[in-house]
Structure formats: C-alpha cells, structure tokens
C-alpha cells in the first residue's frame, strides 16, 4: 500500500509540475521586453517540465484517489513546488543562497510575505514579476490547477480541495470539478484584473508595480516591489483601492459566487457578520491608541493583518503598545474559511463562542437541550472536536516555535510575532522582522523553523501531520 501511494503521489506531483513550468513563461517574457538575463528562466522552465513528465509518465497508475492520498499529495507539493521555484533565487543576478532561496520560495508559493530580501529593489524586474507571480499560483490558482488538470481524480478529487478549504460548513464549491475550476479562475483573475486596472489608471502607478501589487492582493500574500511596502508610493486612493480587494481577497470565496448569482443571502453569514464585527473593533482600538489622524493607516494595517496580506503603508512596529497587541491579535485570527488568507480563521472563533455560550447555558440548566447551529444549521459534537483540536494545536505549534526562537537568541516579541506572522501566513511581524525590516538577518536554524511554520499554516496543520501518521501510509 505505501508504495501505491507514493507511486499515486509522485504521478500527481508531476503532472501538476508539468503545467506548473509554464508559469515561467510571464518572467522570461518579463526578462527578453525589460533586457535582462532570460536564460535562467528558460533553464528553470526546462529542468522543471523534464522533471515532471518523468514522475508523471515513470509513475504512471489507474489506481483511484483516496482521502489519505489527498493529505499526501498535497502536502508534498507544497514542498516541492517552493523547490522548484527557488531556482531564479539562487543563480546570477540575484543569487541567495540555498536556504535563503527556499524561505523566499516557501513565503511567496504559502502567500506569507516574509522576505530576506534587504533591499527588494535591487532585484531585476523579472525576479520581482515572478516573486510575487509565486503568491498568485500559491493562493488559489494551484488549487483551481490541480482541479482543471487531474479531472480523473474523480470524487477523491474532493479531499484536496478541502485541505484547501477547510471549514465546518458543508456549503462548499463542490459541484463538478471542471466547473469549479473556470469558476475559481474566473473569479480569481477577474479580481486581478480590476485591482490592476483600478491602480494603474485610477491612481496611476505604474504599469509593473500595478501588475505586482495585483498578483500578491488577491491571494493575500504582501510581496511588493519596494522595501517600503505600499507606504512608498504615499498614494491615498491607491491604498484605498488595496483596502478594498485586500477585504474581498479575505472573505468566503462562496459569497462572491453567490453575489455573482445575484444572491445578497450570503452577506447575512454569520461568519462574515463577525468578520465585520472584528474589523470595526480592531480599527477603533487602534484609532484610540493612534489618534484619529492615523484613520487610514489603522484601517489599512487592520485589514491589511487580518486578511493576512501584509501590506504596510508604515511602520506599525513603532506604535502603542496597545496597538502592536491588537495587530499580534488579528494575526491568530485570520481571514474567513474558504478565503485565500491565513490565519486559524473566522469562522473557528465563531464556533468557539457558539460552543463555548452553549456550555455555559448548560452549566446553569443541566438540563437544558442546546443545539449548536451557524447560519440556523446544525454542528455535529464531531467538526466542534475538530476545531477545538486544531486550535489547540496551532497554539501548541505556536508555543513551542517561539521558545524554540527565542533558545536561538531572538527577543521575546521578535520570537513571537515572527511565529505568528508566519504561521498565520501574514509575513511582517514585531521587532526584528518589523515592517521595515526582513528576516534575513535570522539565523539558519530560525529559518528553518519559519519555514516549517509557513507550510504548516498553509495547510491548516493536520495535512501536514497526518503524513506522519503510519496509517495514512499502509492504509
């Protein structure tokens, strides 16, 4: 059975790999129209399609998906793919070394937006075209890939979108896969689109940083072309317009399809109704703590660090006490489920008030039947279970990330909000890896450890664990 399975999977990561060298295509266009070196790109397109259609035809089988292949192959690719897209990072001109390569990788393909990068713009064009070209593939397109590309997967095909998707509702995009994936798509770049247009002819910057910024919005991962974030441009309407896709890019992606089925039914969520109740919270705190003339960066950086995007229009290391807080706090709460942001999301800390308002009305009526429901459905004992669990765990993972940092000599704010942020797959942190900072100065150990955190975030933690479990394996 172990062997089916590695068999199935490396057949599943190459044909995904065949299609995913493609991507390199836009930077090497990139490359040959701003004069810069091509070649690299040309390598890495042709060392990656090599390597994928000998793990898709030498690993060929007919052999059926099952849940515990789902959890496999998608844990693996989200190694795997960073890999593969480290090599424009390590060869001439930008050259970083292995490790630094693969954290940049692992930041953009995860969405986080944590960099090593001092100085961003001293890298060419077409490296930064293809930074924040990995942010996009990493949000939703690779999973709109996989459905569009492996239609054989059938039925099983679901227990991949749904490490990708997790959530306690069974209200998710799962009719047939081939619809969903020109839905997703459709979705996906049509809101690219606009933000691009919207900055570049509205607010008019320009061309390049309109197409950058657009790319890493939508699937709220932060990488911009300068070392200042959005706050070099000093543009208002800009930022206004990065707000507004930043908060479509962090809600449900069932509310757009709905709201493009003409259907408002979906904005009553309770989900989304508390995903406004936070926000509003989060930015009057901040206006409290930063005065009211600070309007727009606290509404910026709110949204900014709850959809996970990472965005910084200034230096929000720098402020209150009380302000940083609310900011390491938006960063464990994170988006909406089925969004592209990071985070242990919304709708979990829903179910937790639900589960824990119940119990405390058990407690004062022992006898009293209280049914747990969101959106006027029912919650089995078992997915409250599962969200308990995860959430231990993600506080666990936490923990022992940040002591095992602050053993490698960082500060305790440093320590965790550097875990947080790239846990919760939102890049900038506290400390010394601020806004206005990198991460580049870590040491190795450190890196590999955000790294972990990166990939564990990505994939809602048990994706990642359950392959360590022997019965995924032997079945």
Aim: proline share 5%.
């Amino acid at each position: 059975m172990v062997r089916q399975r590695v068999k199935l999977a490396l057949h599943i990561i190459g044909s995904f790999l065949k299609f995913f060298a493609l991507a390199y295509i836009v930077p090497l266009v990139a490359a040959v129209y701003y004069g810069e070196d091509w070649r690299i790109f040309l390598y890495s397109l042709l060392l990656t399609l090599a390597i994928g259609l000998i793990l898709e035809f030498g690993f060929r089988t007919t052999r059926e998906i099952e849940r515990a292949d789902g959890f496999i192959i998608v844990a693996f690719t989200w190694l795997l793919i960073p890999l593969f897209g480290i090599l424009p990072y390590i060869f001439p001109p930008v050259g970083l070394g292995f490790l630094d390569a693969f954290f940049e990788a692992m930041s953009g393909f995860t969405t986080t937006g944590a960099t090593i990068l001092e100085v961003v713009e001293e890298l060419p064009r077409s490296a930064l075209l293809w930074r924040s070209l990995t942010q996009w593939l990493g949000g939703m397109g690779v999973i709109a890939l996989f459905v569009a590309i492996l239609p054989r997967l059938g039925v099983g095909g679901s227990q991949l979108f749904d490490r990708e998707f997790p959530g306690p509702l069974p209200e998710k995009l799962r009719p047939r896969f081939r619809t969903t994936a020109r839905l997703l798509w459709t979705i996906y770049a049509g809101f690219t689109a606009a933000e691009m247009a919207l900055l570049y002819f509205l607010a008019r910057l320009p061309l390049f940083d309109s197409i950058c910024i657009s790319l890493s919005t939508i699937p709220t991962g932060g990488f911009t072309p300068h070392t200042q974030s959005i706050g070099f441009y000093g543009n208002p309407l800009a930022e206004y317009i990065i707000m507004i896709f930043m908060f479509l890019a962090g809600t449900r992606f069932i509310i757009h399809y709905r709201v493009l089925q003409r259907s408002l039914k979906a904005l009553k969520g309770e989900e989304f109704k508390l995903y406004l109740i936070i926000l509003a919270v989060a930015i009057s705190l901040l206006m409290l703590a930063q005065g009211l003339s600070s309007y727009r960066e606290g509404i910026f950086q709110a949204i900014s660090i709850m959809t996970t995007t990472g965005f910084a229009t200034s230096d929000f290391d720098g402020w209150s006490s009380g302000a940083r807080m609310v900011l390491v706090a938006l960063m464990f709460i994170g988006a909406c489920g089925g969004s592209t942001g990071g985070g242990t999301k919304v709708m979990r800390a829903l179910t937790l008030i639900r589960h824990t308002g119940g119990m405390m009305r058990k407690a004062i009526s022992p006898k009293a039947v209280v049914p747990l429901k969101l959106d006027h459905k029912p919650l089995s004992e078992g997915i409250v279970r599962d969200i308990i669990s995860f959430l231990f765990l993600y506080i666990l993972v936490a923990v022992l990330a940040s002591i095992a940092l602050a053993f490698l000599g960082l500060d305790l704010e440093t320590a965790i909000s550097a875990v947080a942020a790239s846990l919760g797959n939102v890049g900038p942190g506290l400390g010394g890896v601020g806004p206005t900072l990198n991460y580049a100065w870590l040491p190795g150990p450190a890196k590999v450890i955000l790294i972990m955190c990166m990939w564990l975030g990505r994939l809602e933690l048990f994706a990642v664990f359950m392959i360590f479990s022997p019965r995924v394996w032997k079945g």
